[in-house]
């Protein structure tokens, strides 16, 4: 009986998105899978290609002698699930993206599948004597006659690119085809980044090994004999460790393993990441709030109609012990779980606590790991070696066979909204998958964004309050310094008067200071007091950060660098300065007034390194310094015993950010950033510096006052019509010629309006731009944006237009050499 694929076929070509139908070979018949990994050929030149199958059907709407055939199954097993592929397609039609855009958060680390031409001798050289060869070969031009020698040379594996240095111009080997002086086809190999680690031990027992030595008179050397004692008392030994600790060669393993007396066995290896961060674990009971929290959600965990779980608790309530204590429970009933957090609050700290209470069926996911490492832990989760997976977003698309629990901690943070394409919300995903395959869904955040509260209040989740801290010690105070009034007093520092004396006052205590500030580098940029010149990024619309070690100026949109001369390039005047501040000069100033106070900074600029980010925690923790400076790294997920006092330098930075959701930002990170005083039994101290005491963000965050900030922020977004009362929808065409970027960007609005009034709408007040970009030009790029609210207009119908004119219509609209990106209720709008 014939069968037929419907398949996804790896491009980067937005044109090729859609599913190819393809014979199933009859040697596949059986074996071939939903989901499997196939090889097909593909294009007019039929190179090997991946794909994904995502049907398999008994009849086809195309005519049998046009079908292609699968080639190949790459994998044993389906690397996609039916649950996967019904997400793909979901998020597809959600976010307009592609299948592979959808497939590449799936796919395993560390799978690669390479095409390559191979060459070999023609018919009309294949069969000739050596005599005959010989008297073609003259015939044939210099080039012709050393493509021939080198195929014959390479006995048939020569690949197309190893010619490059004879045949400069390919079209000479096509040519050589077409005469049949060679023969072109296509090859490919699949390859997998996994480990194996040979492992040595005895063939038979140690009390009968010497008895089948003596039998078959085989003659031993005394290293070798060396070897056998080992072995004797220590089985399955790693090849290398035997090498070193006995200082033998491995010729005389194989000797051994020709005698059959040593068996050598390849075993999967799994690399675990570096983890040097180290705390005790220690036992804690729950209070009524813990418990009540835990007994809600593992009540109805095999619930079918369940809503997804809202902890809103106060920071240091202890949520994580909530969430291990319903982890427990799925691994009880035989469910893994997911514990996704942001990549900025995946510290050491939070892994050690999962690893400590649950041991090696931890396993942790991110981006810092190798692509060795992130294969292993896809296999580990694969073969249910790995129970519990913390991670940050990507962790979300693990291959559990048993998931039971979805946990998204701080879950109002921006890094749970995909930047790349498929620009996807991991709540919005959690949730589908949490539907569709009964999975328990958590989130939990001391100050939950205002969107998802008003879903909370709205019914569409379980709303879980947790009022009062784990220790029942109360929040810390935090108190409010006019910056205005420390410049009337004379103080031009960047740390009040009231910020030095606390400071002074807690590491005299013996206790501990963090200072947050949310700006990493020496200053915000350098400029010529003479002229005005300031230094700019080459590549983007901004100007560069100083950072004051190397004496460069930064980009921390692109990573371009140039040195700062002693000199303005303007006007050659030497009144060159750094303006504002970042953690740099923080750490300079600060050791500046206390000079013997020990004092780590944690940014990205310190941090690149493996290890780095736990090296410089641990040294805080055992007390090595009792200043901590840091950016948004250290705004959660630390929790250090001696830490009394948290100085916030500047909240206007986050409120005067550009952005419909910066006064959000701002409550959620001075209330996070607060937090992390008084965790333990001593009680907590928070300044905060700012020039304006009086905004309702910050009126609210001092008092921790989240309900009273939420009925504040909510009006405002009802009255602009912003989310949650209106989805926002953004499409930013960029490209490194502005003309033709600017041109597109217009033809794309023209086309809207026309299929707009087409359907009997002519208002377009719901379509803002299109405008220049807030920052209109990153790393070469300009960029320019048309932005849509559904106001007024049905969502579906305006993705259905956007998706129609920026996917399939795309070349008729767009001119060539620009990049689309849609975002759908994005973060930001800059």
């Known amino acids: ?39 097909v050929p593909f294009g007019q030149g039929n190179k090997p290609t991946e794909g994904f199958v995502f049907e398999i059907n008994d009849k086809s709407k195309l005519e049998d002698g046009k079908l292609k055939q ?67 070969l003259e015939k044939l031009n210099n080039s012709q006659k050393e493509v021939v020698e080198k195929v014959i040379n390479s006995k048939g594996r020569l690949k197309v690119d190893n010619l490059e240095s004879i045949c400069k111009n390919t079209n000479e080997i096509y040519k050589m085809n077409k005469e049949k002086l060679i023969d072109l086809s296509w090859a490919y190999e699949s390859k997998k980044n996994e480990k194996k680690i040979c492992y040595v031990s005895l063939s038979m027992s140690k009390e009968k090994i010497d008895d089948y030595i003596v039998e078959n008179k085989i003659r031993v050397t005394e290293l070798q004999r060396n070897i056998l004692n080992f072995l004797e008392n220590n089985d399955d030994v790693e090849i290398n460790d035997l090498l070193d600790l006995l200082s033998v060669h491995r010729q005389s393993i194989t000797s051994l393993q020709k005698k059959k007396l040593v068996t050598l066995e390849f075993k999967d ?14 036992k804690v009971k729950l209070n009524e709030e813990q418990i009540s929290a835990v007994q809600k959600i593992t009540s109805e965990m095999f619930n079918d109609d369940k809503k997804p779980y809202m902890i809103n608790g106060v920071t240091g309530s202890g949520k994580t012990e909530v969430y291990m204590e319903i982890i427990e429970y799925a691994l009880e009933q035989g469910l893994d779980s997911i514990f996704l957090v942001p990549e900025i609050s995946l510290t050491p700290q939070v892994i050690d606590r999962l690893k400590n209470r649950f ?125 205005k009034k420390e410049l009337t007093n004379g103080n031009k520092s960047i740390f009040s008067f009231r910020l030095q004396e606390e400071i002074k006052r807690t590491v005299e205590s013996g206790n501990q200071v963090i200072l947050f500030l949310n700006r990493r580098g020496y200053a915000n940029f350098v400029s010529c007091r003479s002229c005005g010149f300031l230094f700019q990024c080459e590549n983007c619309d901004i100007s560069l950060t100083y950072h004051k070690e190397s004496n460069t100026g930064r980009c921390h949109y692109c990573g371009y660098e140039v040195k700062i001369p002693k000199k303005c390039p303007e006007c050659d005047s030497e009144y060159l300065k750094p303006f504002g501040v970042g953690t740099q000069k923080i750490e300079e100033e600060l050791q500046g007034i206390f000079p013997n106070v020990n004092i780590l900074r944690v940014d990205k600029d310190n941090t690149s390194k493996k290890g780095s980010l736990e090296e410089i925690l641990n040294k805080f923790e055992s007390g090595e310094a009792q200043i901590l400076i840091g950016t948004q790294m250290i705004s959660k997920g630390l929790d250090f015993a001696n830490v009394t006092l948290v100085g916030i330098l500047s909240a206007d930075m986050m409120l005067n950010f550009p952005d419909f959701k910066s006064f959000e930002s701002t409550f959620q990170l001075v209330t996070q950033v607060s937090g992390r005083a008084g965790r333990a039994e001593k009680e907590g101290n928070v300044i905060l510096q700012t020039y304006d005491t009086n905004h309702y963000a910050i009126r609210r965050a001092i008092n921790y006052d989240f309900d009273g900030f939420y009925e504040d922020e909510i009006k405002i977004r009802k009255a602009f019509g912003y989310t949650p009362f209106n989805n926002m929808l953004s499409v930013v065409i960029s490209g490194k010629n502005e003309k033709t970027v600017i041109e597109s960007a217009k033809n794309m609005y023209n086309s809207i309006v026309y299929l707009l009034e087409n359907r009997g709408i002519n208002n377009f007040d719901f379509i803002l731009g299109p405008n220049p970009c807030s920052i209109s030009k ?53």
């Open 269 to 282: 290896y799994y690399r675990q990441p570096e983890h040097i961060f180290t705390q005790q674990s220690k």
């Open 778 to 830: 990153i790393d070469k790029n300009y960029r320019w944006q048309l932005l849509f609210k559904d106001d007024n207009i049905e969502i579906n119908l305006l993705k259905g237009i956007i998706k129609y004119i920026c996917i399939t219509k795309r070349e008729v609209v767009f001119r060539k050499g620009v990049n689309i990106s849609i975002d759908i209720n994005p973060n930001s709008v800059l």
């Open 359 to 483: 041991g090696s069926i931890v396993g942790v996911f991110h981006s810092k790991l190798s692509e060795g490492q992130r294969h292993d832990v896809y296999r580990a989760v694969r073969e249910g070696r790995v129970r519990i997976l913390i991670g940050p977003r990507s962790a979300l698309f693990a291959p559990f066979n048993s998931l039971g629990v979805i946990i998204i901690d701080e879950f109002h943070e921006g890094s749970y909204k995909s930047e790349q394409n498929p620009k996807f919300s991991t709540i919005e995903v959690a949730k589908f998958i949490g539907l569709k395959n009964k999975v328990s869904v958590v989130l939990g955040s001391a100050t939950p964004s205002v969107d998802e509260y008003y879903r909370a209040k709205s019914g569409q989740y379980n709303l879980i309050n947790i009022r009062q801290r784990a220790n029942k010690k109360p929040l810390p105070k935090i108190e409010v310094v006019d910056m």
């Open 1 to 39: 009986m014939e069968k037929y694929a419907q398949l996804v076929v790896r491009s980067k070509s937005v044109s090729i998105d859609d599913l190819f139908t393809y014979k199933i070979p009859e040697f596949l018949l059986c074996d071939l899978k939903v989901g499997h990994r196939v090889l």
């Open 70 to 136: 699968i080639i190949d199954i790459l994998d044993e097993n389906p690397m996609l699930r039916v649950e996967d592929l019904e997400l793909i397609n979901w998020m597809r039609n959600r976010y307009l993206c592609t299948y592979m855009d959808c497939i590449n958060l799936m796919y395993p680390k560390g799978y690669k599948l390479n095409s390559y031409r191979i060459i070999n001798l023609g018919d009309s050289l294949r069969s000739l004597s050596d005599t005959d060869l010989y008297i073609e």
